[in-house]
């Protein structure tokens, strides 16, 4: 007994001692990944020396000796930190996935080769201005570099993922920088999702005067109804409850979230609104959540002078940010820059189409897509006058398109001579407002609103190709439409001039929180879905408290967590349930309930993630949503997870008759708007009950409301996923102007899934006052300290300097890396 003791412990103790070599090792093998951010080193493609200091944040401060030697250093830069999230993105852009991860992205793979935007990018190369496309060669060459010097070194590969996921690396191209900003295009439009769902809703609902509730118009003039869908597409009817295929749910894939599109803030003050006498600009653009982040900030010094701000790693620009002169920030513009159109087929040849002039054949192409694993797939890509045909298999297109019928797209960002880049370039070296706003111009795909100040105005202006549609178009652009009928049909682009356009306002300040900007008849309406109709009145009030605004003020209002939604809508759903009755004993519904609504009746709508409100609140209007869409949409119901607070207040309000989704079209008596309330306010307090106890008073928002920074690819893998997965708990929530958009579904359906990647907030009387943050932090590579050092910063409401003076950057840099070119 006392040998096997012995020996079992000998194993024991050597099977420690080799788990100990082998992380040990691994931990080798996946930490020589990490750059050096303090060295010398020789390098063809650039001209002159490339300086990159990187400051206490690493945030690298890059010195060139021309602009193109500048962006040879952002390339270098983006690739020594985010070399895997480049990669992927490109390969997503290209429909290239699967050859890494196999089968399961496959469906990623199809609908990305059938936009063919990577075709596009290359095609656009051409078009930009000749300082684009220099700025493009170079950034192209400071990656490559950076993949030289990996191979050359035996740099870990690169990443760490590149370890799992091993594949060649391509070297880097002018083509991949523009294919990303498509990419951001598709991460940015929502209108094909929304079509295909009007169009299901439409014919889905018995009494079509509910489409009007359920998939309301933002506040303001409404427009004459639309067709009936079936009229339009007869047998489409008879598809409302065709099986559909599982969508692409990857985190990988660009759709995995798309249902949130683009939301974003910015706002500016005049000086005259100012208290520094000088003009404020704020922006926080809003995006999926991921680790690392999308943003990745930077410094660059041009000949025309330093800019700072975000960057997306893969595009040599900065996005949103300042120079000395002119401060620029985006926002999602929600411009209708989409339209499907159902075609006709020929009976007797199926590969031809209707056109108003007759049939004609589609223009068809094949595409491989190689898989790991597996064997190679085929596809048969074709287009019609009016854009890529997608299969039945995308977006639910399967339940909207009648047999002999397919579906095509048509959409600005399927451009391929797409100069956003260019206009991206020109904004970041213009001077003036105005000079900014006319290299909006050239702006293609995504269309965003670009608010911009200079010392002494503020403006904003909605940029990005807005199609030319016929006033007797069919559908408006709201559902599908016929693609045969002529008057339905795109007739080009609208000039630059009919992009909305504010400047200089009479009050001083103006902003966007992606809601409506303006109220125009169609076809000059700019849009008929908008990203926000809440969150604008919350920062009108701010706005209007004060005379001048600060710095801080600016950022107090990026870090509001107060509802107006809870506020105006708490009144209404409960009207009837306050302080009703006696009060009901312990342990029974009706005391839980009472406490419930005890709590509200006290609450100012501040979604604190410390607060028990928020929960019971963002429960209650949950499951109101669904009491009400359910029984009147069956399946679809779960396409409306969100609650909408214009179709709630409608039917609260009994608007045009809305308080018909009250009654249950199943029960034999006719239930009040009540008494929906009140079950649903019950159903919530059963599902906070099983999931975080019956203690009310106990409960926190923020352990709901956790912010998922996910890793994309090893977020997944067990025991991984906590090393390299960040969660915080959050405040905020749907439609507060911190933003914190909740997942909507699954066992954690208020999950901080979609917000703001980046907070900026400048200030021109004192530039160097400008602060700015991002969500987690500089580096991709997990077993970096800058992998997640911003994050709780971030979480806190904290940021960091945002200082053009070199001296600064060096005083307390991490690293100074010198870039020399190669003799010749």
Same mark, same amino acid.
């Given at each position: 007994?006392?040998?096997?003791?012995?020996?079992?412990?000998?194993?024991?103790?050597?099977?420690?001692?080799?788990?100990?070599?082998?992380?040990?090792?691994?931990?080798?093998?996946?930490?020589?990944?990490?750059?050096?951010?303090?060295?010398?080193?020789?390098?063809?493609?650039?001209?002159?020396?490339?300086?990159?200091?990187?400051?206490?944040?690493?945030?690298?401060?890059?010195?060139?000796?021309?602009?193109?030697?500048?962006?040879?250093?952002?390339?270098?830069?983006?690739? %020594?930190?985010?070399?895997?999230? *480049?990669?992927?993105?490109?390969?997503?852009?290209?429909?290239?996935?699967? !050859?890494?991860? =196999?089968?399961?992205?496959?469906?990623?793979?199809? @609908?990305?080769?059938?936009?063919?935007?990577? #075709?596009?990018?290359?095609?656009?190369?051409?078009?930009?201005?000749?300082?684009?496309? $220099?700025?493009?060669?170079?950034?192209?060459? =400071?990656?490559?570099?950076?993949?030289? !010097?990996?191979?050359? &070194?035996?740099?870990?590969?690169?990443?760490?993922?590149?370890?799992?996921?091993?594949?060649?690396?391509?070297?880097?191209?002018?083509?991949?920088?523009?294919?990303?900003?498509?990419?951001?295009?598709?991460?940015?439009?929502?209108?094909? &999702?929304?079509?295909?769902?009007?169009?299901?809703?439409?014919?889905?609902?018995?009494?079509?005067?509910?489409?009007?509730?359920?998939?309301?118009?933002?506040? =303001?003039?409404?427009?004459?109804?639309?067709?009936?869908?079936?009229?339009?597409?007869?047998?489409?009817?008879?598809?409302?409850?065709?099986?559909?295929?599982?969508?692409?749910?990857?985190?990988?894939?660009?759709?995995?979230?798309?249902?949130?599109?683009?939301?974003?803030?910015?706002?500016?003050?005049?000086?005259?609104?100012?208290?520094?006498?000088?003009?404020?600009?704020?922006?926080?653009?809003?995006?999926? +959540?991921?680790?690392?982040?999308?943003?990745?900030?930077?410094?660059?010094?041009?000949?025309?002078?330093?800019?700072?701000?975000?960057?997306?790693?893969?595009?040599?620009?900065? *996005?949103?940010?300042?120079?000395?002169?002119?401060?620029?920030?985006?926002?999602?513009?929600?411009?209708?820059?989409?339209?499907?159109?159902?075609?006709?087929?020929?009976?007797?040849?199926?590969? $031809?189409?209707?056109?108003?002039?007759?049939?004609?054949?589609?223009?068809? $192409?094949?595409?491989?897509?190689?898989?790991?694993?597996?064997?190679?797939?085929?596809?048969?890509?074709?287009?019609?006058?009016?854009?890529?045909?997608?299969?039945?298999?995308?977006?639910?297109?399967?339940?909207?398109?009648?047999?002999?019928?397919?579906?095509?797209?048509?959409?600005?960002?399927?451009?391929?001579?797409?100069?956003?880049?260019?206009?991206?370039?020109?904004?970041?070296?213009?001077?003036?407002?105005?000079?900014?706003?006319?290299?909006?111009?050239?702006?293609?795909?995504?269309?965003?609103?670009?608010?911009?100040?200079?010392?002494?105005?503020?403006?904003?202006?909605?940029?990005?190709?807005?199609?030319?549609?016929?006033?007797?178009?069919?559908? %408006?652009?709201?559902?599908?439409?016929?693609?045969?009928?002529?008057?339905?049909?795109?007739?080009?682009?609208?000039?630059?001039?009919?992009?909305?356009? +504010?400047?200089?306002?009479?009050?001083?300040?103006?902003?966007?929180?992606?809601?409506?900007?303006?109220?125009?008849?169609?076809?000059?309406?700019?849009?008929?879905?908008?990203? #926000?109709?809440?969150?604008?009145?919350?920062?009108?009030?701010?706005?209007?408290?004060?005379?001048?605004?600060?710095?801080?003020?600016?950022?107090?209002?990026?870090?509001?967590?107060?509802?107006?939604?809870?506020?105006?809508? @708490?009144?209404?759903?409960?009207?009837?349930?306050?302080?009703?009755?006696?009060?009901?004993?312990?342990?029974?519904?009706?005391?839980?309930?009472?406490?419930? @609504?005890?709590?509200?009746?006290?609450?100012?709508?501040?979604?604190?993630?410390?607060?028990?409100?928020?929960?019971?609140?963002?429960?209650?209007?949950?499951?109101?949503?669904?009491?009400?869409?359910?029984?009147?949409?069956?399946?679809?119901?779960?396409?409306?997870?969100?609650?909408?607070?214009?179709?709630?207040?409608?039917?609260?309000?009994?608007?045009?008759?809305?308080?018909?989704?009250?009654?249950?079209?199943?029960?034999?008596?006719? $239930?009040?708007?009540?008494?929906?309330?009140?079950?649903?306010?019950?159903?919530?307090?059963?599902?906070?009950?099983?999931?975080?106890?019956?203690?009310?008073?106990?409960?926190?928002?923020?352990?709901?409301?956790?912010?998922?920074?996910?890793?994309?690819?090893?977020? &997944?893998?067990?025991?991984?996923?906590?090393?390299?997965?960040?969660?915080?708990?959050?405040?905020?929530?749907?439609?507060?102007?911190?933003?914190?958009?909740?997942?909507?579904?699954?066992?954690?359906?208020? %999950?901080?899934?979609?917000?703001?990647?980046?907070?900026?907030?400048?200030?021109?009387?004192?530039?160097?006052?400008?602060?700015?943050?991002?969500?987690?932090?500089?580096?991709?590579?997990?077993?970096?300290?800058?992998?997640?050092?911003?994050?709780?910063?971030?979480?806190?409401?904290?940021?960091?300097?945002?200082? @053009? #003076?070199?001296?600064?950057?060096?005083?307390?840099?991490?690293?100074?890396?010198?870039?020399?070119?190669?003799?010749?």
């Amino acid at each position: 007994m006392a040998l096997i003791f012995k020996w079992l412990l000998r194993l024991t103790g050597g099977a420690i001692v080799l788990a100990l070599i082998a992380v040990l090792v691994l931990y080798f093998l996946l930490s020589r990944s990490l750059p050096d951010y303090d060295k010398r080193l020789t390098v063809a493609g650039t001209s002159t020396p490339v300086e990159i200091v990187r400051d206490n944040a690493n945030v690298p401060h890059i010195f060139g000796g021309n602009d193109a030697d500048t962006f040879f250093g952002l390339g270098y830069a983006h690739a %020594q930190d985010r070399l895997w999230q *480049m990669v992927t993105l490109r390969r997503t852009v290209q429909g290239r996935l699967s !050859e890494v991860f =196999g089968a399961r992205t496959i469906e990623i793979d199809k @609908l990305m080769r059938r936009f063919a935007l990577y #075709d596009l990018a290359r095609r656009s190369v051409a078009a930009q201005d000749a300082a684009t496309q $220099e700025a493009l060669t170079a950034y192209a060459a =400071g990656v490559n570099a950076r993949l030289a !010097e990996i191979n050359q &070194e035996a740099l870990g590969r690169g990443a760490p993922e590149m370890f799992l996921f091993n594949a060649p690396v391509a070297p880097w191209q002018p083509a991949d920088s523009i294919a990303i900003i498509k990419l951001m295009a598709v991460q940015l439009s929502s209108h094909l &999702e929304n079509e295909v769902l009007y169009a299901r809703a439409s014919l889905e609902l018995d009494d079509e005067a509910r489409l009007a509730d359920i998939m309301p118009l933002a506040p =303001g003039s409404g427009i004459a109804a639309l067709p009936d869908y079936a009229a339009l597409m007869p047998g489409a009817r008879a598809l409302r409850h065709a099986s559909l295929p599982e969508r692409p749910r990857d985190p990988l894939s660009p759709f995995h979230k798309r249902a949130f599109a683009g939301a974003s803030n910015a706002w500016a003050a005049a000086p005259a609104r100012s208290a520094s006498g000088g003009t404020l600009l704020a922006n926080d653009p809003h995006l999926g +959540f991921s680790a690392p982040s999308i943003w990745y900030l930077a410094r660059l010094q041009l000949d025309s002078g330093g800019v700072i701000g975000g960057t997306i790693p893969g595009v040599p620009v900065v *996005m949103t940010g300042r120079s000395h002169d002119l401060g620029w920030a985006i926002t999602s513009s929600y411009m209708d820059d989409q339209d499907i159109f159902i075609e006709k087929l020929n009976p007797d040849n199926p590969a $031809e189409y209707l056109t108003p002039e007759g049939h004609k054949p589609f223009r068809t $192409e094949r595409s491989i897509i190689h898989i790991k694993d597996a064997d190679p797939v085929t596809l048969t890509l074709r287009w019609s006058d009016n854009g890529p045909i997608l299969p039945g298999s995308h977006y639910d297109l399967a339940t909207i398109t009648p047999p002999g019928h397919v579906a095509a797209l048509s959409w600005t960002a399927l451009s391929d001579a797409d100069t956003t880049m260019s206009a991206g370039m020109s904004i970041m070296h213009a001077k003036t407002v105005e000079t900014a706003l006319d290299a909006g111009r050239l702006y293609v795909a995504p269309s965003q609103n670009l608010t911009l100040v200079d010392q002494d105005t503020i403006a904003m202006k909605t940029v990005g190709a807005m199609p030319r549609r016929n006033a007797r178009h069919d559908t %408006q652009g709201r559902m599908p439409a016929r693609g045969w009928v002529r008057q339905n049909r795109w007739q080009g682009i609208s000039p630059y001039s009919a992009n909305p356009e +504010f400047v200089a306002p009479a009050g001083g300040v103006l902003g966007n929180t992606n809601n409506k900007t303006v109220d125009r008849p169609f076809p000059l309406h700019v849009s008929f879905l908008w990203g #926000d109709t809440q969150r604008v009145y919350r920062w009108r009030k701010l706005m209007q408290n004060r005379e001048v605004h600060t710095r801080d003020s600016f950022i107090e209002a990026q870090l509001d967590t107060v509802s107006f939604t809870a506020r105006s809508l @708490l009144p209404l759903i409960g009207a009837d349930l306050w302080f009703t009755g006696e009060a009901a004993p312990d342990g029974t519904p009706e005391r839980q309930r009472q406490r419930a @609504l005890d709590l509200l009746s006290e609450w100012n709508g501040e979604m604190n993630e410390h607060l028990p409100e928020p929960l019971i609140y963002a429960a209650w209007l949950r499951a109101l949503q669904d009491r009400l869409t359910r029984d009147d949409l069956g399946p679809l119901a779960h396409e409306f997870s969100h609650p909408d607070p214009v179709f709630i207040e409608r039917v609260y309000r009994d608007i045009d008759g809305a308080a018909a989704w009250c009654d249950v079209r199943q029960s034999t008596r006719v $239930e009040s708007c009540t008494d929906i309330s009140r079950m649903a306010l019950d159903d919530a307090l059963v599902w906070i009950n099983e999931t975080y106890g019956t203690a009310l008073e106990s409960l926190r928002w923020g352990d709901a409301h956790q912010a998922t920074h996910d890793h994309q690819v090893l977020g &997944e893998v067990p025991l991984l996923r906590y090393f390299v997965n960040i969660r915080q708990s959050t405040s905020g929530g749907d439609h507060t102007l911190l933003r914190g958009r909740t997942k909507g579904t699954g066992p954690d359906p208020f %999950q901080n899934v979609h917000g703001a990647g980046y907070r900026g907030v400048y200030d021109f009387a004192d530039p160097d006052s400008s602060v700015f943050i991002v969500s987690t932090g500089q580096s991709g590579h997990f077993l970096s300290r800058h992998y997640d050092d911003m994050a709780q910063l971030w979480r806190r409401g904290e940021y960091i300097p945002m200082s @053009l #003076d070199p001296e600064l950057a060096r005083a307390a840099a991490v690293g100074i890396t010198v870039l020399e070119p190669l003799a010749r």
